[in-house]
Nanobody, 124 residues
């Protein structure tokens, strides 16, 4: 059973940068497509970014393009989300997710495994 644990979320100011980490255990991540999602209070969980099993291909939501970068280190069983130029509307709980079918797009149903989330709060 694959387990995912996110970390790195905290309170930051608008314009700051933050890197989220997702640590996997139980299985190697190298065959999984990976994604980051987020959920703000009162809103549905939404896709932020995804990366293919090799790390060669990435996919971003419009809101993340140009500001966020997803990456992975299969040797360390880790996935990262570098977030720059943070905005108030980036405030949310951020979730790491793994797709055993290798998907890394915006469909939540593609992802079988989910972490518990890490809170990111952006203040003015």
């Amino acid at each position: 059973q694959l387990q995912l644990v996110e970390s790195g979320g905290r309170l930051v100011q608008a314009g700051d940068s933050l890197r989220l980490s997702c640590a996997a255990s139980g299985r190697t991540l190298s065959t999984y497509g990976m994604g980051w999602f987020r959920q703000a209070p009162g809103k549905e969980r939404e896709f932020v970014a995804g990366v293919s099993w090799s790390g060669a291909t990435t996919y971003y939501a419009e809101s993340a393009k140009g500001r966020f970068t997803i990456s992975r280190d299969n040797a360390k069983n880790m996935v990262y989300l570098q977030m720059n130029s943070l905005k108030l509307e980036d405030t949310a709980v951020y979730y790491c997710a793994a797709s055993s079918r290798g998907g890394y797009g915006p469909s939540k149903s593609d992802y079988r495994y989910w972490g518990q989330g890490t809170q990111v709060t952006v203040s003015s």
